[in-house]
């Protein structure tokens, strides 16, 4: 009798404290390290806050900021309408994904005008001034067009070793990488940028998402 009294003293004495706040963010599975860090960070302060990460497509965290499933979605250009956008930053794409058996795995160094006799993946969503815009008007019509966005450039990688096409490797996956199956070859002259930033709806602010809003900001000064 006394043990069970006790054991149901330290269940309730668990409950009655508080659970930290929570928010749940969503990114693009390229920066997941960025969101792992801003995870981190968050935990660390003197009020914590608790981080659900939710790796997602665009298609995917932008239908859940709409549709209020998530608060806030670290995600590439273009960004979507009605939501402010802040912490931007770009990430370079300065290599070429090419099978290790490939010709081109030995070369030091292409131009993207050099590429007109090989398939390039592409995504079908390439808005007016964006990076795979002007990529693809440079490639003059040799590309591969993949899903409407080009989210998870690692899970691309399969589809590079298995000889459909090559892929513009941002360099957050080529210092992340290591695949017997792949080269990275640098890409000379190309200037290509990809845009992300945090998108976050204003109507629906809380103390949870203006400290994620300043940790991400953080985290970028630092990174």
């Known amino acids: 009798m006394l043990d069970a009294a006790a054991a149901f003293g330290t269940e309730a004495a668990r409950l009655a404290v508080p659970a930290p706040p929570s928010i749940r963010l969503a990114y693009a599975p390229l920066v997941g390290v960025l969101a792992a860090r801003v995870a981190r960070r968050l935990a ?5 806050v608790d981080v659900e990460l939710w790796p997602a497509g665009w298609s995917s965290a932008t239908a859940s900021l709409a549709a209020g499933e998530v608060p806030a979605a670290i995600l590439s250009a273009p960004f979507p ?8 930053f770009q990430v370079t794409v300065g290599h070429l994904a090419v099978p290790a058996g490939d010709p081109l795995a030995t070369v030091a160094r292409i131009r993207p005008e050099n590429l007109s006799r090989h398939g390039i993946l592409l995504p079908r969503n390439r808005p007016p001034g964006s990076m795979w815009a002007r990529l693809a008007e440079r490639l003059r019509g040799r590309y591969r067009e993949l899903t409407d966005d080009i989210d998870d450039f690692a899970a691309v ?16 996956l080529v210092d992340t990488i290591r695949r017997h199956d792949i080269r990275f070859v640098p890409l000379d002259g190309a200037g290509l940028r990809l845009m992300y930033g945090l998108s976050w709806s204003p109507e629906r602010t809380s103390a949870e998402l203006m400290t994620l809003v300043q940790t991400v900001h953080e985290v970028l000064r630092t990174r």
């Open 44 to 48: 660390t302060r003197a009020v914590p």
């Open 81 to 88: 309408p009605g939501f402010t956008t802040t912490a931007r």
């Open 157 to 172: 990688l399969d589809l590079v070793s298995a000889g459909a096409g090559l892929l513009p490797a941002p360099h957050l």
